[in-house]
C-alpha cells in the first residue's frame, strides 16, 4: 500500500527557513507529480506548491518567492525549502501524490492528489 511521510516540521521564529521532505513508501514518486498543501485551524486547506514529475513548479500566491519544491528521485523524496516563514505560515503541511490527470502537469487542485501523507507541524511563532 503506497504511504507518503512527511518531515521536517518544528517550531521556528518568524524570518527562519524550514526544509520539508515527502518520503515514498510502497510508491515510486518520480512517476507522479507531488503537492503540498497546508491547513491552518480553522481554516480550509491551502494548495502551497506542486512539482511535475518534469521538475516543473507552481506555488500559490502566499508563498511565492519564499517556497521552492523540488524533487530527488534517486532517495524517491521531495522537498519544500521554505524561506522567510511567517506567523501566517503555521500549519500542518501535507505531501500529496497527483493521480489524476498527467503527472507532467502540476496541479494545485486538492482534488486531482488521491495519497496523501499524515502531515508536519510547523508553527511561526515569536
Known amino acids: 500500500q503506497a504511504q507518503l511521510v512527511e518531515s521536517g516540521g518544528d517550531s521556528v521564529q518568524p524570518g527562519a527557513s524550514l526544509r520539508l521532505s515527502c518520503y515514498g513508501v510502497?510508491?515510486?514518486?518520480?512517476?507522479?507529480?507531488i503537492g503540498w498543501f497546508r491547513q491552518a485551524p480553522g481554516k480550509e486547506r491551502e494548495a502551497i506548491a506542486c512539482?511535475?514529475?518534469?521538475?516543473?513548479?507552481v506555488y500559490g500566491d502566499s508563498v511565492k518567492g519564499r517556497f521552492i519544491v523540488s524533487r530527488d528521485n534517486a532517495k524517491n523524496m521531495v522537498h519544500l525549502q521554505m524561506n522567510s516563514l511567517i506567523p501566517e505560515d503555521t500549519a500542518v503541511y501535507f505531501c500529496?501524490?497527483?493521480?489524476?490527470?498527467?503527472?507532467?502537469?502540476?496541479?494545485?487542485?486538492?482534488?486531482?492528489?488521491?495519497?496523501w501523507g499524515r502531515g508536519t507541524q510547523v508553527t511561526v511563532s515569536s
Open positions: 510502497g510508491t515510486t514518486l518520480d512517476y507522479y507529480a
Open positions: 500529496a501524490r497527483k493521480e489524476r490527470g498527467s503527472s507532467s502537469v502540476p496541479s494545485l487542485r486538492a482534488a486531482d492528489f488521491l495519497t
Open positions: 512539482i511535475s514529475s518534469d521538475h516543473e513548479g
